[in-house]
């Protein structure tokens, strides 16, 4: 099946740092890709969908100017959190969509990205 | 907030015994899928069931969805204690989003 990367896989920061962390799609091309946030024994939250070529689409309570989203080919996408303090540590996680055809409805999710923020 | 519930929110079992977990969400879905994920660690596709179908199976797993109720529930037959990870379902909104439930943290003992 697809393949999504995440890097780096931990990160230990600290506060008022930015931190960067990228989302590969290794084998297949990815037009959209999503970010969610996990805090530790809750569910997945979407921060944000990132369009290649365009502006991402936050979600609603994520502030854009922190998590800034770059999606500069079909196979990468990078959040950068800015500034980050330590209610920023989380897991975060990217998924992209398989590409077109049947399998398109599945989401490809990577390994993760545990930020602690010091 | 769209984000679906399941319950229960943690469920132990011994190996053998089957597991159940059930999914309710909120609004109009392409499709259901659930995932897997072992602690601190990324989410495994395990099947997906679209808003048409009622019944689904793979391997050990079976997933069920009814859409005038909202709800879908995944059995696990059969558990091994490698089974042990919390599980989610997640639905496909219209927008193409996935929105997760809460999660159900399952354990099999040995």
């Known amino acids: 099946g697809a393949v999504v990367s995440q890097h780096p896989s931990r990160v230990i920061c600290k506060s008022g740092t930015s931190v960067k962390i990228e989302c590969r799609s290794l084998?297949?091309?990815?037009?959209?890709m999503f970010w969610y946030r996990q805090f530790p024994k809750q569910s997945l939250m979407l921060m944000a969908t990132s369009n290649e070529g365009s502006k991402a689409t936050y979600e609603q309570g994520v502030e854009k100017d922190k998590f800034l989203i770059n999606h500069a080919s079909l196979t990468l996408s990078t959040l950068t959190v800015t500034s980050a303090h330590p209610e920023d540590s989380s897991f975060y996680i990217c998924s992209a969509r398989a590409p077109t055809g049947q399998g398109r409805e599945t989401q490809y999710f990577g390994p993760g990205t545990r930020l602690l923020v010091l | 907030s769209q984000q679906g519930e399941e319950d229960p929110q943690a469920l132990s079992i011994q190996e053998g015994e089957n597991a159940t977990m059930n999914c309710s969400y909120k609004?109009?879905?392409?499709?259901l899928q659930w995932y897997r994920q072992n602690s601190g660690r990324g989410l495994v596709h395990l099947i997906l069931i679209r808003s048409n179908e009622r019944e689904k199976h793979s391997g050990r797993l079976r997933v069920t969805l009814d859409t005038s109720k909202k709800s879908s529930s995944l059995l696990i037959t059969a558990s091994r204690a490698a089974d042990t990870a919390s599980y989610f379902c997640?639905?496909?909104?219209?927008?193409?989003?996935?929105?997760f439930g809460t999660g159900t943290r399952l354990l099999v003992s040995p």
């Open positions: 997640a639905t496909d909104l219209l927008s193409q989003k996935l929105v």
């Open positions: 084998d297949f091309q990815a037009t959209t």
């Open positions: 609004t109009s879905i392409n499709n």
